[in-house]
């Protein structure tokens, strides 16, 4: 399985972003998807899940209302659409499947994993 993100990059606060991750290798549409964020000294962090038909969304507290999560299984991609950037989202983020269709919430029950797209927001 190969998770490859990509559309990360550098804004103001206030900007958006939309990360893209692209899945090959097994058949995406039955397993659930997350991005995770890692600040530079922080432990990585769900900030954004999405079970396998969409019936299930989780959102951190702190993107709640500015990211959207999305998934197109025709294309094996899934998305994260990132509004109202703040500072404080400065991270690099990964997106990672677990081996199920429902969502977990830590890092550990995620079997898969890209390489992780910086994104940087300047005040």
């Known amino acids: 399985v190969q998770l490859v993100e990509s559309g990360g990059g550098s804004v103001q606060a206030g900007g958006s972003l939309r990360l893209s991750c692209a899945a090959s290798?097994?058949?995406?549409?039955?397993?659930?998807m997350g991005w995770f964020r890692q600040a530079p000294g922080k432990e990585r962090e769900l900030v954004a899940a999405?079970?396998?038909?969409?019936?299930?969304?989780y959102y951190a507290d702190s993107v709640k209302g500015r990211f959207t999560i999305s998934r197109d299984n025709a294309k094996n991609t899934v998305f994260l659409q990132m509004n109202s950037l703040k500072p404080e989202d400065t991270a690099v983020y990964y997106c990672a499947a677990p081996e199920s269709g429902d969502i977990f919430y830590t890092a550990a029950n995620y079997a898969y994993w890209g390489q992780g797209t910086q994104v940087t927001v300047s005040s």
């Open positions: 290798g097994r058949t995406f549409s039955g397993y659930a």
């Open positions: 999405l079970s396998w038909n969409g019936g299930r969304i």
